[in-house]
């Protein structure tokens, strides 16, 4: 069992790893596949005259401030747009795909957040109405019922509320309970950087090998996004994954190369690619 | 078996057919939904700046032209926020709804039709690089997988060409062709107006009753969208489906009052509701 996610900022093709992935779903290894939709949500969002607000919480982990317009922008461009292409780019290659939120079947279930405290110029402040939330449960019914009878799940963000509220939440995260749910040997997380980078200006500065228990000596190289990864990739080693593997989506054959050691190799045994 | 089909133009609420949807599974019923989303897609185009194209084909069918622009601004509206505002409607109602577009599971499958000719100004036209088609099959595989474990399929175009496209089909059509492979006992077509009107600025002048054999001679009765209905009915009970209903969805308890008549009911053996 393989979870593969492939990240939805701007410059991340997904024709490679698609490519990919059918090769490797012919050899009889089964795949779930999480994608996000940033890069889309907010070209979306600007084009329609609701630009995204990004803001930073009291822990320092930067969201993107989902009132209930921004939540059907962001569902037309996770579930519309991501979903359908994917979905489309598989079922082109024969592959029988299912694209699927986390609202569907409550795949991803967890807490709303409706209230959120942020850091704004220094200052705390407290933003309500908000969408977004933390995944706490994966409900695996209808994703080992796909798996079972030979669909390819690709999922994405949202997720449900307890109440049934669809909720913006991180998709690294939510992939990586996912694969935890699932005790996949491999999750990899693809994006538009070759790993972990020691030096962000240099892509041949990637970390190859990281120790699990080694993982939180690491965070202060990751900026940005990368930080979000490597506490999903904690996640999904705590929940028992063999090896989380950061790595790039825009290379020949990315999932198979990153299952080979390419990109930033996380395991509990140091276990080499 | 019922297949419930509500039409996403304009003005046509969703929360009175959830609810009243919500009650009658709770009678253990089988329901699949199918949904438009129509006015959403046209404001959608409006507001990218790529405002909707209808064309009349050479047969009088008025249809979206769709190149791969429209398809993306279609999948939107569609799949990300008609189909996610109805699963979410479910889901805050305790419903465990999945909602999937024809391409998920190749629901429905039909035939491309790049090219279409159409009748603008008196003249015949060609247009290329269309995505839109018609559902010729039905693959039940994944509908029967859902239904068996319990759970709402909420299903919407766009269908997959047989080549794996994307391709914007009619959903009244689709819809049909789906109650036809349940063998649905009941089939019911819910919009914003109260069924086959003899006048279309008088509301209480529904035709309450069409036999089977005579659809043809109501057809020059129906304007717009409603052709497409009479059309898909016809195709719905040539397929073995008990009776089908056109009613309106703004109503208290749509899907019940359909049910007990009213409406236009189309039914084989003149039955009434």
């Known amino acids: 069992m393989i979870v593969v996610k492939i990240g939805g900022g701007s410059g991340i093709g997904i024709d490679q790893t698609v490519a990919d992935l059918t090769d490797i779903l012919g ?58 292409a994917l979905v489309e780019a598989f079922q082109m290659r024969g592959v029988n795909a299912v694209g699927l939120s986390g609202l569907d079947g409550r795949i991803f279930e967890g807490k709303r957040k409706e209230t959120i405290t942020i850091v704004e110029g220094g200052k705390r402040k407290v933003l309500r109405g908000d969408y977004t939330g933390k995944v706490e449960r994966v409900n695996l019914g209808l994703v080992t019922l796909l798996l079972d009878h030979g669909y390819l799940p690709v999922l994405c963000p949202p997720a449900v509320s307890y109440e049934g509220e669809a909720v913006n939440v991180d998709g690294d995260t939510a992939a990586a309970m996912l694969a935890a749910a699932l005790k996949a040997v491999d999750f990899l997380i693809l994006s538009n950087v070759p790993g972990l980078l020691r030096d962000l200006r240099d892509p041949d500065s990637v970390v190859a090998r990281i120790p699990a228990k080694a993982i939180n000596e690491f965070l202060p190289l990751a900026q940005g996004r990368m930080k979000r990864k490597l506490m999903a990739a904690a996640i999904a080693l705590e929940g028992g994954v063999g090896r989380v593997i950061l790595a790039t989506a825009n290379t020949d054959r990315p999932v198979t190369s990153a299952l080979q050691g390419r990109g930033t190799v996380i395991a509990k045994n140091e276990i080499a690619g």
């Open 27 to 84: 050899t009889g290894r089964k795949v779930v596949l999480v994608h996000g939709a940033s890069g889309e949500t907010n070209l979306l969002a600007e084009r329609l005259g609701k630009p995204p607000r990004f803001v930073t919480s009291v822990s320092g982990l930067e969201s993107r401030y989902t009132d209930r317009e921004t939540l059907a922008i962001f569902e037309m461009a996770y579930c519309g747009k991501g979903n359908k």
